[in-house]
């Protein structure tokens, strides 16, 4: 037998329809999606770090890019597209047999760091920018697979990664004294691991786009590495580096060669045109003031001091009293 509603519920079912609430739809709440973390690789890096990484890398793409448009008579422009914490073994299987990897030797504080950097270049870019060097147009496939790096090759990929890594120390200096010195070109790094499989690293990906053709460049920073320069970094803070460095010796030692004009005042006229062409040898100008009177010292067109005539090793000399130019006329 159905069930029979009462008045009070149908009253309640009428105004729930009046209303335009369904209750069945109050029932299907959205499902909430959680990001997945691996409790079995942690993340080393906060948001705070890869967020610096970034600011660092995104004026190095400036730096590099105005350098390479120089050297390849090309406009590139390059942007920072990722930068991600990894494991070693996700960079490195996405390498194909004949890509390369340029080394790079890290030292901070002039200390070398044993783990190195690692530069990768996509093949397509690589040889379109080693073809404008050698007054090309850049014109190369994009799809190359398997491409074996001829000798003559190798070397011109020495050459552009050498200039490309010149000046990573500049993006750098605001936060640490860190150096980047190119070691070697490693021809198969996938039979040849320089990190460990398992070690963590920070990926950094940048989009390079020319005219005629988009390529990557991907920068592997180890997570030792990183580690070493953070620590470096809270230990001397800008804030602290600034307040520590000490500049008055080099400022005052700029000072002392420098010239500076000083006026000494003992009074002041006013002289005819006639009588300044009738002056002659030996003539006195009354200006109205005794040799004992105060003598101003005018600098950069400011009195500021007052002082006596005097005489000092049979020269003429003036004495200073008193400063007259105070702080807060010259902040006038």
Not at 182 to 199: A, F, H, K, S
Not at 247 to 275: M, N, P, W, Y
Request: charged content about 25%; overall charge negative; glycine content about 6%.
């Amino acid at each position: 037998m159905a069930d029979v509603l009462s008045q009070a519920q149908i009253d309640a079912l009428l105004n729930s329809v009046r209303s335009g609430e369904n209750q069945e739809s109050k029932s299907a709440a959205p499902e909430k999606k959680y990001q997945k973390y691996d409790f079995s690789s942690p993340r080393k890096f906060t948001k705070d770090r890869i967020k610096m990484l970034n600011g660092i890398y995104d004026n190095y793409s400036r730096v590099i890019g105005s350098r390479l448009n120089a050297r390849l008579r090309a406009n590139c422009e390059i942007t920072v597209e990722s930068i991600e914490e990894q494991r070693y073994f996700e960079f490195s299987n996405a390498l194909m047999e004949g890509d390369v990897l340029a080394l790079v030797q890290v030292h901070i504080k002039e200390k070398e760091d044993d783990t190195p950097v690692a530069i990768y270049l996509s093949t397509s870019t690589a040889l379109s920018m080693m073809d404008r060097m050698l007054g090309g147009e850049g014109a190369v496939d994009d799809n190359l697979l398997e491409y074996s790096y001829t000798d003559l090759e190798l070397k011109l990929y020495d050459n552009l990664v050498q200039d490309i890594i010149k000046v990573m120390d500049s993006s750098w200096e605001s936060y640490a004294p860190i150096h980047f010195e190119y070691t070697r070109t490693e021809v198969n790094p996938t039979l040849n691991p320089i990190i460990g499989l398992d070690e963590t690293v920070v990926i950094v990906d940048l989009k390079l786009q020319f005219t005629n053709l988009s390529g990557r460049m991907s920068i592997c920073l180890p997570g030792e590495m990183l580690s070493n320069v953070f620590t470096e970094i809270s230990r001397e803070s800008p804030l602290r580096r600034v307040a520590a460095e000490d500049k008055s010796d080099e400022i005052f030692d700029s000072l002392r060669d420098s010239s500076l004009e000083i006026v000494a005042e003992l009074g002041s006229t006013q002289l005819s045109l006639s009588d300044v062409f009738h002056l002659n040898v030996g003539d006195v100008i009354d200006l109205g003031h005794s040799k004992e009177s105060p003598v101003f010292l005018e600098i950069g067109g400011y009195h500021w001091f007052t002082g006596r005539m005097g005489t000092h090793k049979k020269n003429m000399a003036v004495k200073i009293d008193e400063v007259c130019y105070q702080l807060e006329q010259r902040s006038e």
